[in-house]
T-cell receptor
Framework: EAGVAQSPRYKIIEKRQSVAFWCNPI?????LYWYQQILGQGPKLLIQFQNNGVVDDSQLPKDRFSAERLKGVDSTLKIQPAKLEDSAVYLC???????????????FGPGTRLTVT | AQSVTQPDIHITVSEGASLELRCNYSYGATPYLFWYVQSPGQGLQLLLK??????LVQGIKGFEAEFKRSQSSFNLRKPSVHWSDAAEYFC??????????FGKGTKLSVKP
């Protein structure tokens, strides 16, 4: 079974530029998460999708961040314009079902390391 | 609100020595608790999880953790550390929507 795929693995941009990250979850996984991991901290949830609907985006800075999940499969996360404090690793995770217990069974991709200069 | 505290930012142990990483959580009900490991440049890998039942949980790579409700703790242990265990370890609690709330992590270094 293929894991969660993310691209690119690394990205360096200047502040005020835009950037997009892509995630392909494990086949059949209904739930998809984007986490932001700033250096020295644990991952923090940005947005959670159930199929192609948003479950929780309360911590997504909506003035600059946007995300979508096309047809309930792949997802893209965009930042426009980027700020220096957006430098972080962006992790995508997927989960097979929202059923009790298994909804926490998350599989993580390798992440995209973003550096904003 | 749920939260996780990992008091130790960095721990160094000798190879072959025992290990205990501390984790304290804040959660009203019975929590779902997890330990993940992250090697440099890698994603997060689940080591073990606690949902209910036996408070001593066995995981992969020889790790175990013990849930202590009275202390709001879920400490990770390993009896004998290997050099390949050097990584960053994250404790997490399950949020109400199925997301995970992570601590800040503990970096483990292993001396030869």
């Amino acid at each position: 079974e293929a894991g969660v795929a993310q691209s690119p693995r690394y990205k360096i941009i200047e502040k005020r530029q835009s950037v997009a990250f892509w995630c392909n979850p494990i086949s059949g996984h209904a739930t998809l998460y984007w986490y932001q991991q700033i250096l020295g901290q644990g991952p923090k949830l940005l947005i959670q999708f159930q199929n192609n609907g948003v479950v929780d985006d309360s911590q997504l800075p909506k003035d600059r961040f946007s995300a979508e999940r096309l047809k309930g499969v792949d997802s893209t996360l965009k930042i426009q314009p980027a700020k220096l404090e957006d430098s972080a690793v962006y992790l995508c995770a997927s989960s097979p079902t929202s059923a009790s217990g298994r909804k926490y069974e998350q599989y993580f991709g390798p992440g995209t390391r973003l550096t904003v200069t | 609100a749920q939260s996780v505290t990992q008091p130790d930012i960095h721990i160094t142990v000798s190879e072959g020595a025992s290990l205990e990483l501390r984790c304290n959580y804040s959660y009203g009900a019975t929590p779902y608790l997890f330990w993940y490991v992250q090697s440099p440049g890698q994603g997060l890998q689940l080591l073990l999880k606690y949902f209910s039942g036996d408070t001593l949980v066995q995981g992969i790579k020889g790790f175990e953790a013990e849930f202590k409700r009275s202390q709001s703790s879920f400490n990770l242990r390993k009896p004998s550390v290997h050099w390949s265990d050097a990584a960053e370890y994250f404790c997490a609690v399950g949020g109400s929507q199925g997301n995970l709330i992570f601590g800040k992590g503990t970096k483990l270094s292993v001396k030869p």
